[in-house]
């Protein structure tokens, strides 16, 4: 029986870290290093929790599972379609896609200069390529795991080592307002911008479709091969998660805050290299933001072809680059005050579903997962409206009044108090796989 193992195996560990590895996951840990200051590395244990550690249970989750659509089917046949549904349009055309465009061209605006119409020329070529390559998703481990992970890490490795010879600040900055109390909450939240364990539930298809490309039939294997490559995936993360924290943290001591991690990041590379520093740090951003784009492509062309088998896998690949080119043009600050309240609200679902999945013994107790994950929707979703200025005031008011709910977790007592009616009402018919 073949095994995925040895060179193909991190190969693959390679490919879906590259896929993970994008826009969101370049800015965020600098940004958190430079507003968390001294409670940096409290900050980043959240942080490391929701963006490493629920993606990566995300993938073991759906790879067990048999896939999204079986593992959210848990809850209702419905729920699973409008879930993920939301799912793939989040990671899709409607905020991640573009994402990796908007991003990685505010770190060439310092060297080609900005204004829409280089904005939209930039977008043009690099969707273009994105749409080439992603066209063989078969073909991800030879083009992202090969060649571009290692050298994207090798120019990580290279503004890390800047930052540890030539340091620019004596120590971290100061804590601001909002990591000053619950630092590792916070961080933990930071962790939802990410996108990665709401990707992670999609991933794993393009995974296991590499790693059947590798010769490998037996279902059983590929499933472990694809949760190995998770936990190499994730390991990875851990380290430059950490290298871009530190560097962080250094940079908001010593420059004025910056409006994002983009801006955090632009400020060291350029007092660490000068004008080399912001090419090295341009360079970094597209094999990042093109990795993540290829892979986002690929699991998006891949699922609605499923849905819709009549039209092509490339149509759709060729649909979905020319829409997130056009969203993409509204620019990274307006992405992401539209991503924030679409992630709190589906962001608690995602992680209940990963959730349940761990607890052995749950088939019988068909109501767990339907009111587990169903109030959990109800509180997120409630507190997501509300922070976007549409709400009830009494049932907004009743939400808001939930424990935990100023740190952020409001959902965690809906889900315990789901949990435990699931098991309490259920009458144990067992439930279909």
Not at 9 to 16: C, E, M, N, P, Y
Not at 249 to 263: K, V
Not at 387 to 394: A, M, Q, R, W
Not at 406 to 424: E, K, M, R, S, T
Request: charged share 10%; aromatic share 10%.
């Amino acid at each position: 029986m073949q095994k995925l193992h040895g060179k193909n195996l991190l190969l693959v560990g390679f490919t879906l870290f590259s896929m993970f590895f994008g826009a969101g996951n370049l800015i965020f840990p600098p940004y958190l290093g430079a507003t968390s200051g001294t409670a940096a590395w409290p900050a980043f244990v959240g942080f490391a929790l929701s963006a490493i550690g629920l993606p990566v249970l995300g993938v073991i989750a759906v790879a067990r599972s048999g896939g999204l659509s079986t593992l959210a089917g848990r809850v209702h046949p419905r729920f699973a379609a409008v879930f993920t549904l939301l799912i793939y349009l989040s990671i899709g055309p409607c905020l991640a896609i573009p994402r990796t465009a908007s991003t990685s061209f505010e770190m060439f605006t310092p060297l080609i200069g900005g204004g829409p119409a280089r904005q939209a020329a930039y977008s043009a070529v690099f969707f273009a390529a994105a749409f080439l390559i992603a066209l063989r998703p078969d073909k991800l481990t030879d083009r992202l795991g090969k060649l571009l992970c290692p050298t994207l890490i090798a120019l990580i490795v290279l503004l890390f080592a800047g930052c540890l010879i030539h340091p620019v600040a004596d120590g971290y900055g100061t804590v601001q307002a909002n990591y000053a109390s619950l630092p590792v909450a916070a961080g933990f939240l930071s962790g939802y911008q990410t996108m990665d364990t709401i990707a992670a539930l999609n991933f794993g298809a393009i995974i296991a479709l590499n790693i059947r490309a590798k010769g490998i039939e037996d279902e059983r294997q590929v499933v472990r091969g694809t949760i190995r490559a998770g936990w190499i995936a994730g390991a990875v993360l851990l380290v430059i998660y950490a290298m871009l924290t530190h560097a962080g943290a250094l940079a908001g001591a010593a420059f004025p805050l910056g409006a994002s991690g983009a801006d955090t990041l632009s400020a060291l590379a350029y007092a660490l290299f000068g004008m080399p520093g912001r090419v090295l740090l341009a360079a970094i951003f597209l094999i990042a933001c093109l990795n993540t784009c290829i892979g986002l492509i690929s699991c998006v062309s891949d699922y609605f072809h499923g849905l819709f088998p009549r039209i092509s896998y490339r149509a759709f690949a060729a649909f979905f680059s020319l829409a997130s080119m056009v969203v993409s043009n509204i620019g990274l600050a307006g992405i992401i005050r539209l991503s924030t309240p679409v992630l709190n609200a589906i962001y608690p679902a995602a992680i209940v579903l990963i959730a349940l999945s761990f607890v052995p013994h749950l088939a019988p107790f068909r109501l767990v997962y339907p009111l587990a994950v169903g109030l959990t929707c109800v509180q997120s979703v409630t507190e997501a409206l509300a922070h976007s200025g549409l709400s009830i005031p009494v049932w907004t008011d009743a939400v808001a009044a939930l424990p935990l709910t100023g740190a952020g977790f409001g959902w965690v007592l809906p889900a315990l108090a789901g949990l435990l009616l699931g098991l309490l009402l259920s009458d144990r018919t067992p439930q279909a796989a």
